[in-house]
């Protein structure tokens, strides 16, 4: 049995769904949370180290030439250790680490270079490039603000990077900045509240789709119910609008239902009277006949009429009759259907055991077997019971007869249908047995199905499933 992963009932569907909607719009909105942020630091950053850096080219640029280089040096940080972060770099307490960084990368070189053109004028001209270590001696420009807690925490990380800046007379000003690469940082408290969101939402989900399975629940329920009770429930209407419309209707076509069955019980009450009486006096009037074999053969005649009317009006009745559905046993049931047959003279064999009782009607159903094991015997002199018991209850009864034809496997079912080569009395019957068998197949959810065997004979495979 292959596993899926994808729920298989409409709650479950609804919830996964949801649930990764929700995620995918929630994974969505952190990468544009991080892009906003990234911009925001970047351009933050850019505009002080443009400030610092343009203001310190400023103040270079009217010395002398022994003036500028004793300044540049006196300012310079040898061998590339990065600058000091200010009085945040001197706090004594280590900084909180983030919570997670967003690997956003932004054009941060080319932004620098545009500022500081903008803001030096056109007389400067302005190289911006990664340093790799060990660095050459450049002028220290402190870290911004935002960035100085993400220095001290990930110095490891740090990227130095050398801004170029040579001035109207062709002299050159090396400053040196650092940036701690890998995108924008985003907090703790973003992704607990983010989280909070999502149990929020997704219990939201929950109850919306409970609210709409529960009553699909119950009219699945209640439509399987049609046909095995005799007076089902109504549905409980409740739920969204369209649920409601839907109770309604089923209710109503309940109604409808129950009223047709009520009428076609009392037509079927006084069909079953006005037929046996005149049989009746008929049969009293035979019996006044001198004539023999003319009584005889008037008696099969009569016979005959019993049966079909008898077979008839229990095949319009139906499963009606009021009779509740019990757990049976279902191997004393074949044992009592293999024994009235063998009495009579009959060969049946039952193989195979039911595990545990079978919850049905117990006359539908032996009325059922009687008809298939009937049938077999007419047609092919024995009847072999096969008894399987799984999943569902499978009844397979065989006989060793001429079969039928594929084309007529569907039609025998079909009310006083019979097969062309069986349309004589002697074969018995009235082609009502197999109707009925259906129905009280169908009526217990299971399913009555003809098919010729390989080595010859017939079997009607007889599928009860167990109720969930």
């Given at each position: 049995?292959?596993?899926?992963?994808?729920?298989?009932?409409?709650?479950?569907?609804?919830?996964?769904?949801?649930?990764?909607?929700?995620?995918?719009?929630?994974?969505?909105?952190?990468?544009?949370?991080?892009?906003e942020?990234?911009?925001?630091?970047?351009?933050?950053?850019?505009?002080?180290?443009t400030?610092?850096?343009?203001?310190?080219?400023?103040?270079?640029?009217?010395?002398?030439?022994?003036?500028?280089?004793?300044?540049?040096?006196?300012?310079?940080?040898?061998?590339?250790?990065?600058?000091?972060?200010?009085?945040?770099?001197?706090?004594?307490?280590?900084?909180?680490?983030?919570?997670?960084?967003?690997?956003?990368?932004?054009?941060?070189?080319?932004?620098?270079?545009?500022?500081?053109?903008?803001?030096?004028?056109?007389?400067?001209?302005?190289?911006?490039?990664?340093?790799a270590?060990?660095?050459?001696?450049?002028?220290?420009?402190?870290v911004?603000?935002?960035?100085?807690?993400?220095?001290?925490?990930?110095?490891?990380?740090?990227?130095?990077?050398?801004?170029?800046?040579?001035?109207?007379?062709?002299?050159?000003?090396?400053?040196?900045?650092?940036?701690?690469?890998?995108?924008?940082?985003?907090?703790?408290?973003?992704?607990?509240?983010?989280?909070?969101?999502?149990?929020?939402?997704?219990l939201?989900?929950?109850?919306?789709?409970?609210?709409?399975?529960?009553?699909?629940?119950?009219l699945?329920?209640?439509?399987?119910?049609?046909?095995?009770?005799?007076?089902?429930?109504?549905?409980?209407?409740?739920?969204?609008?369209?649920?409601?419309?839907?109770?309604?209707?089923?209710?109503t076509?309940?109604?409808?239902?129950?009223?047709?069955?009520?009428?076609?019980?009392?037509?079927?009450?006084?069909?079953?009277?006005?037929?046996?009486?005149?049989?009746?006096?008929?049969?009293?009037?035979?019996?006044?006949?001198?004539?023999?074999?003319?009584?005889?053969?008037?008696?099969?005649?009569?016979?005959?009429?019993?049966?079909?009317?008898?077979?008839?009006?229990?095949?319009?009745?139906?499963?009606?009759?009021?009779?509740?559905?019990?757990?049976?046993?279902?191997?004393?049931?074949?044992?009592?259907?293999?024994?009235?047959?063998?009495?009579?003279?009959?060969?049946?064999?039952?193989?195979?055991?039911?595990?545990?009782?079978?919850?049905?009607?117990?006359?539908?159903?032996?009325?059922?077997?009687t008809?298939?094991?009937?049938?077999?015997?007419?047609?092919?002199?024995?009847?072999?019971?096969?008894?399987?018991?799984?999943?569902?209850?499978?009844?397979?009864?065989r006989?060793?007869?001429?079969?039928?034809?594929?084309?007529?496997?569907?039609?025998?079912?079909?009310?006083?249908?019979?097969?062309?080569?069986?349309?004589?009395?002697?074969?018995?019957?009235?082609?009502?047995?197999?109707?009925?068998?259906?129905?009280?197949?169908?009526?217990?959810?299971?399913?009555?199905?003809?098919q010729?065997?390989?080595?010859?004979?017939?079997?009607?495979?007889?599928?009860?499933?167990?109720?969930?």
């Amino acid at each position: 049995m292959r596993l899926s992963l994808w729920p298989q009932s409409l709650f479950g569907r609804l919830i996964a769904v949801s649930v990764i909607a929700v995620l995918v719009a929630q994974a969505v909105g952190l990468v544009l949370i991080a892009q906003e942020r990234e911009r925001f630091v970047l351009q933050g950053n850019v505009r002080e180290w443009t400030r610092r850096i343009a203001e310190t080219t400023l103040v270079l640029q009217p010395m002398s030439p022994a003036e500028r280089a004793a300044a540049v040096s006196a300012m310079e940080v040898p061998h590339g250790r990065p600058p000091r972060s200010g009085a945040r770099g001197r706090d004594a307490s280590p900084p909180p680490r983030p919570f997670v960084r967003a690997p956003l990368q932004s054009d941060f070189e080319r932004t620098l270079r545009e500022q500081l053109r903008a803001a030096l004028g056109t007389g400067y001209e302005i190289e911006v490039a990664p340093t790799a270590e060990p660095a050459p001696p450049a002028i220290a420009v402190p870290v911004p603000f935002f960035e100085a807690r993400e220095l001290a925490a990930q110095q490891g990380s740090a990227q130095h990077y050398d801004v170029a800046v040579r001035f109207p007379d062709g002299a050159t000003a090396l400053f040196r900045i650092t940036r701690v690469p890998g995108g924008s940082q985003l907090p703790r408290n973003l992704f607990v509240n983010l989280t909070l969101l999502v149990l929020i939402l997704v219990l939201a989900l929950y109850v919306a789709a409970r609210s709409i399975t529960r009553p699909l629940s119950d009219l699945a329920r209640a439509a399987d119910s049609v046909g095995r009770d005799v007076r089902p429930a109504q549905l409980k209407e409740r739920g969204a609008r369209e649920l409601q419309d839907a109770a309604r209707a089923f209710n109503t076509m309940q109604d409808r239902l129950h009223r047709y069955l009520d009428s076609r019980s009392r037509v079927l009450a006084a069909m079953s009277h006005d037929l046996k009486t005149p049989l009746t006096r008929l049969r009293l009037q035979v019996e006044t006949l001198e004539d023999a074999p003319l009584q005889a053969r008037i008696g099969r005649e009569l016979d005959e009429m019993e049966s079909m009317v008898r077979e008839a009006l229990a095949l319009f009745r139906g499963l009606d009759d009021g009779e509740a559905a019990v757990p049976i046993d279902i191997n004393a049931l074949l044992a009592t259907v293999r024994e009235e047959f063998t009495g009579m003279g009959s060969v049946v064999t039952v193989t195979g055991s039911a595990r545990e009782p079978f919850v049905g009607k117990p006359q539908a159903l032996k009325r059922c077997l009687t008809n298939l094991v009937a049938n077999a015997i007419n047609f092919g002199s024995r009847a072999d019971i096969l008894l399987a018991d799984a999943a569902e209850l499978t009844i397979r009864v065989r006989d060793q007869g001429p079969g039928v034809p594929a084309a007529e496997l569907e039609r025998v079912f079909e009310p006083f249908y019979r097969v062309e080569s069986s349309r004589n009395r002697d074969s018995g019957g009235s082609g009502l047995g197999l109707s009925i068998a259906r129905d009280v197949a169908q009526a217990h959810g299971g399913s009555l199905t003809l098919q010729n065997l390989p080595g010859g004979g017939l079997e009607a495979l007889l599928t009860l499933p167990r109720r969930r």
